[in-house]
């Protein structure tokens, strides 16, 4: 009789549990927003972008450089989408010049991101390892002037 009580007791509990656990799923968040996630398409930034101040950056999945000048290059290590709107793209340069050598960090942000135009800065200057740029290169700081862009 006793392991009949407890039986019951215990398939009960079992079926609280497992529905208690099942009910305490977070739904999913549907936005990236303030996270590091990789580039995409759906993004928006993807693309080739044409400035007024004659440069000119081509943005893929993976890879960001300013072809207008051809100035630098970099492999995209990580992507911080701000807002739907606004992102920094960091990366590790496989061109660079004087004041960003290859083999240093870079960042590019954007913001104000549409279907068609953004405006777009590069970071004055590279770093020594991609936590510096993070840290350094944010949607508020580093870029001191961001070009009005249209898409190509």
């Known amino acids: 009789m006793k392991n009949i009580k407890f039986s019951r007791l215990f398939a009960a509990m079992m079926v609280v549990a497992i529905l208690a656990?099942?009910?305490?799923?977070?739904?999913?968040?549907?936005?990236?927003?303030?996270?590091?996630?990789?580039l995409t398409a759906e993004d928006g930034i993807v693309g080739t972008w044409v400035c007024d101040a004659g440069d000119k950056y081509t943005i893929t999945v993976d890879k960001a450089a300013e072809t207008g000048w051809d100035m630098w290059a970099f492999n995209i290590e990580e992507f911080l989408k701000v807002s739907d709107s606004a992102g920094v793209l960091y990366g590790i340069l496989t061109k660079g010049s004087?004041?960003?050598?290859?083999g240093t960090y870079y960042a590019v942000a954007y913001k104000d991101l549409t279907e068609n135009t953004a405006t777009i800065a590069a970071a004055g200057t590279s770093y020594s390892s991609l936590e510096e740029v993070k840290a350094k290169?944010?949607?508020?700081?580093?870029?001191?002037?961001f070009s009005e862009c249209t898409k190509e």
């Not at 099942?22 to 303030?34: L, M, V, Y």
């Not at 004087?98 to 290859?102: E, S």
């Open 21 to 38: 656990l099942a009910g305490c799923k977070q739904p999913e968040d549907e936005t990236t927003k303030g996270k590091v996630t990789p």
């Open 98 to 102: 004087d004041w960003t050598p290859a």
């Open 137 to 145: 290169c944010t949607i508020d700081n580093m870029f001191t002037y």
